[in-house]
Each structure stands twice: as C-alpha cells, then as structure tokens.
C-alpha cells in the first residue's frame, strides 16, 4: 500500500477511535427486551441460517455475553441518555440500565446472536452487555454529522474473520460504496468489503466480482433484484466467473428479471413493499406452484396460519399477498433457484457454444450474438437487432440443445433415487430411454442450422443428409397423477429416470400446448425452466420443429 493509501487509513481510523472513546459512557447489563435493531437490508436477507448456527454453539459451549467482542454497540443521543434510561450501580459486578416506558435501546451489530440468546437463555435470565456510546442532540457542522456516520459505519459493518457476511450482504455493500446505488463512492469502505473477500488464502472473489462488474447488461439486471433484500441470503460470489464465462447474457438476465416480475407480481406492483419480503418468506414460497399444486397451498397455508409467512406486514397486506401467492401457476424462482439452475442451462450450452466460432481475445460476444453473426446473408445485422429478427432461429436452436444436452455432451443426470426407481420399474420397462446416437444428434442440428440459413465452420461439419431421430413419447413423471416432484428437486439437473418425460416435455409440440398443468411434473418444470431462461426468445414466437 502506497503511503498516501496508507495515511488515509490512519486518519481515518483516528478519528474513529477518538470519536469513540469521547462518546463512549458505560458498559452495563441491558435486558434483551429492550433491545432493538434496524430493519434495513441486512435483516431482510436472513433467513435464520445464522441464528440456528449460533443456537448450535450455544448448545455447546454456552452463551458468552461477557466478551468484549460479543459486547452490545448502542449509541443514544445525550438527551435519551438523561430522560430515558436509569442506571443502577448497586450491582457490584456490573451497573444494570434500564429503559424509561416504551423507549428501546438501538444496536448496532449482533443482531442474529441476540435472536439465538433470546431462544436459548431462561426467560429470567436474559441480559446481555452494552456499550453505550452518547452523542450531542443537534449536529454542529457537516463535518461532526460525517464522523458520527462514519463511526455507525465502523459498527455495523465489523466482522471477524470467523464470522464472515453473507455473500449478498458483500455484495450489496460493495455497490453501495463502488457508487453504483444510491450512494456516493467511497473508495476506502468499499475496501475494507472486499478484504472480506480475500479471508480466505488464494480467494479470486474479488477478481469474479470486478470482472462481472465490467459486464454491464449482467450487473445491471442482477442488481435490480436488490430491492428485494429477502433474495440474496443465497448469493454466491463465488459462481460468478461461471456465469460471465457462460456467455448466456440474455438467458442470465431473463431469469433475473422474471425473478423480479414474480415478485412484482406478488406485491401487486407496488414496488415499496418489496424491501419488507424477508429471507423466511422467500425460503418457504420458492420452487412452489399454489395455483398448480394443492400440496403446495396446503403447506403455504399452514405457514401463512403460524405466522411464518410474510412476518413483517401487517395483517392487512399480509393477506393481500396471500391472495396473490395462491394464483401464481408456476414454481416461484429466486436466486437460489437461479444458481441451481445455471448447472442445467451449461449443459444446453456447451452444446451452442460448439456451433460459434472461437471468440477473439479482446471481444466477448454472448453465444445469441456468436449465432447471429453466422446467419448467412449479404446485409450485416448489428448485434443489438440480431435476436430480434433470429428469435425464432435461435428458440429453436436453444430448445433442441436443452432437449438433448445430455445426449451430446459429457454432462451426467443426476441419479434417480432407489425408492422412485423401484416403485416405477413397470413403467421405466415401458418408457426406457430410447437410445440416441451422439453423432446423428449433432448432424440433425447441423443439418437444421443448415436449413434455416446459417454458416457452419468448414471443420467438423460434414454436409449429410438429416437423421430420422425417433418419435418421442408423450409421458409425464411420476405417471401417478397423485404424486408430485419433491421441492428440493424442482431446480438443477434433472434426474435420470425422467429422460423421457424431459425430451417429450422440450418438444416443440409441448412447448406450443398452453394447457393448464394440475401438478408439478418433471415435464412441468422442464418447460418452465426453459421459458425462465427464454422467454425473451417466446414472446410471440411459435415454437418450430
């Protein structure tokens, strides 16, 4: 670090630390129900993921409330402090403060640790430790008015090297301070969230992170689904080279953005109740179908009665909500989905990216803008026009890859479990994946690419006649129409034993049938999983054989 850099630091945590040790009063026992925390993004993202791990310590090597890095930061102004609070130093150990009628004590940090003290402590023995720290009422400048912003700051963003954020706070908090929200650049803070990234030795985090910055369709549409902070307790930085490396932009980004309609669709457009969606509430409701499944809206039901369900609205809304969540016909996507199902789209594109020629090192085209450049016609078509006057060309393209990704590529199935393999052995007998050349695969696509007016590269690409592929089988799974795919299963690869089903359900002839499903199948997902990817490609497009 250069020493500019590193005088910067220095100023910087001086003024920190004087700032603290002259607004700093007491340390006393508070009683955890008076406590409280701000609702901002951080407490929306959490799905409780935290707190059951800290109840676990808990379980194991007790409750440390007396260490002083477990110690609670609360800041009051000197006028609560005189009017609203009474300390008691009768106690020989520590004084005990108090809080005068409904006033709350506002802290800084801790907030998942407290949750799991207040499940795991006896009633009548909930106390923690504060720090107290007391500021003037009125600010005297906008000089004071930074500093004590800063200070909060440096609470509410201090995390040690075993207990790291999660990945979406990381990543919110980097925009936040790279400027690219709605708040002004600060070079130092966004620093200190990128050292986060780099506890681990060897991390390329950062490096995933600034290139998927430099992507500009990508970033853009991802952080559109900041609003929602309920999302991004499942980010992960650490995919994100694959996804850039992919070179599937426009399919990225139409799954992001059908997340954010869902969403929207929720909330009935109303865009501020987005922000109160919390991170239980996306756990419960994604990859379920209510308006398709009846288990489903059992299940929802029950956690709408408990109170798990859409927790921080009101009763009125909350209801609201709920009517709208019952009509929602297709499995809820969120970015754990998203992640998951990224694994299912690299295989049909492992199959498109064979169909392009080799990128040139100082320009990253998107695998639709490879295709495009390929059609084969005397007037150039520049890359912003190319899926639109291709979508068809390229629908299909997609859609035969993903029927038969599998078949053409090394990619594996996920294994069908025993128990559905055993109860099904009539049917599998009946349904038993009718066996595909890899090579007529790949010359029935070359030959179709052919037919609709693209170049192919010179090597590689014999010219033959197309290959008969068999008839497909109109099936579903499970055939028993009580039966339904397990939620946990919804998103990602498929499994082997529904090979059948998967290549009925990616026809052409499928995709084009608009009945309505009355379960969730293995062909309903399939179909839903590919219009999640491409259904920019779909809007008023007929799928062709």
């Known amino acids: 670090m250069s020493p500019v850099r590193q005088s910067q630091v220095d100023e910087k945590e001086r003024r920190l630390f004087l700032y603290g040790r002259r607004h700093f009063q007491i340390s006393a026992k508070v009683h955890l129900s008076d406590v409280t925390f701000e609702q901002g993004f951080r407490s929306r993202m959490d799905n409780q993921r935290s707190i059951r791990r800290s109840k676990k310590l808990m379980e194991i090597q007790g409750c440390q409330r007396l260490m002083r890095k477990n110690h609670l930061p609360v800041i009051m102004s000197r006028n609560d402090w005189r009017n609203r609070v009474v300390v008691d130093h009768s106690q ?8 005068v009628g409904d006033y709350q004590l506002h802290a800084l940090d801790h907030r998942n640790l407290i949750a799991a003290a207040c499940q795991w402590l006896d009633i009548d023995d909930q106390w923690w430790i504060a720090d107290i720290y007391v500021t003037n009422d009125d600010v005297a400048n906008a000089d004071s008015t930074a500093l004590h912003h800063e200070f909060i700051q440096s609470m509410t963003e201090n995390f040690t090297n075993d207990n790291r954020p999660p990945d979406g706070l990381i990543y919110e908090r980097i925009n936040y301070y790279e400027g690219f929200l709605d708040g002004p650049q600060d070079r130092l803070a966004a620093d200190n969230w990128y050292a986060v990234l780099q506890v681990v030795v060897g991390s390329r985090k950062r490096k995933y992170l600034e290139r998927f910055f430099k992507i500009e369709k990508l970033h853009l549409s991802l952080n559109s689904l900041l609003v929602i902070g309920g999302l991004w307790e499942d980010m992960r930085i650490g995919v994100l080279h694959k996804v850039t490396a992919m070179c599937c932009d426009e399919a990225v ?11 929207n669709r929720l909330v009935m457009g109303r865009r501020e109740l987005l922000s109160r969606i919390d991170g239980v509430s996306v756990n419960l409701i994604q990859s379920r179908a209510p308006k398709v499944s009846d288990q489903d809206l059992r299940f929802l039901q029950s956690k709408m009665d408990d109170g798990q369900l859409f927790r921080h609205f009101p009763d009125d809304i909350r209801y609201e909500l709920w009517e709208q969540l019952q009509d929602i016909d297709y499995p809820i996507p969120t970015l754990k989905t998203f992640f998951k199902d990224r694994i299912y789209l690299e295989v049909a594109q492992s199959v498109m990216k064979q169909l392009v020629p080799p990128p040139v090192w100082d320009k990253r085209l998107t695998i639709d803008e490879g295709i495009c450049q390929m059609f084969d016609t005397a007037v150039s078509i520049p890359h912003s026009l190319g899926a639109h006057y291709l979508r068809e060309d390229l629908l299909e393209f997609w859609r035969f890859s993903f029927q038969y990704g599998f078949e053409m590529t090394e990619h594996q199935r996920l294994k069908g479990t025993e128990g559905h393999d055993v109860r099904n052995s009539s049917s599998l007998i009946r349904h038993r994946p009718t066996t595909l050349s890899e090579s007529d695969l790949w010359r029935h696509l070359y030959a179709k690419l052919r037919s609709r007016g693209f170049r192919l590269l010179e090597a590689g690409y014999p010219v033959e006649p197309e290959p008969e592929l068999p008839p497909l089988i109109p099936c579903d799974y499970p055939e028993e129409t009580t039966e339904e795919i397990e939620v946990e299963k919804r998103c990602g690869k498929p499994f082997s ?8 359900a990616l026809s052409a002839e499928s995709l084009q049938q608009t009945s309505e499903a009355t379960r969730v199948t293995a062909g309903f997902l399939r179909k839903w999983v590919f219009r999640a990817f491409f259904g920019y490609l779909m809007e008023n497009t007929a799928v062709t054989s």
Do not use: G, H, K
């Open 92 to 99: 020989e150990d520590m004084p005990y403060l108090t809080v």
């Open 253 to 263: 980004s139409c799954y992001w953005q059908t997340i954010l309609t869902t969403f």
């Open 497 to 504: 034993n529904t090979v059948e089903a998967d290549r009925f």
